[in-house]
């Protein structure tokens, strides 16, 4: 995947109420996040799950802003971004309907292997 694409899906997957489910929606009806985001509201409005609050959030200009932020401070951080779209997406992953459509995973890691460890935190813990 291009490091454009990656940028769009990192910007749709940033914006609130749009879940596992509704992001890969988007992208099977549009093709790609690169065309969600040329889109126009009547069209988005029209995908089930889409009104008209989460079309404006995909239409700001400084939801892709916030993006290319957040990917510049993960490159730096050395955090990649695996998309449900790579090679390197959990194949176990893919098979659920509801798995996330990006992950973030900080230093190698090899994703596909027979027994794999991982540690799942939240962006905002609580008390």
Known sequence: MNAQEKLYQLALNMIKGVGCMLFKQLICQFGS?????RSSQRKLTK????GVQIANEILKKDTLKAAEATLLKHEKENVAIISY???TYPQRLQQLND??????VKGKAN??????I???GTRKATQ
């Open 99 to 104: 798995a996330p459509p990006l992950l973030y």
């Open 47 to 50: 995908i089930p799950g889409v």
């Open 118 to 120: 991982s540690v799942v």
């Open 85 to 87: 779209k790579d090679d």
């Open 33 to 37: 996040a690169q065309e969600i985001f």
């Open 111 to 116: 994703l596909n292997t027979p027994k794999v």
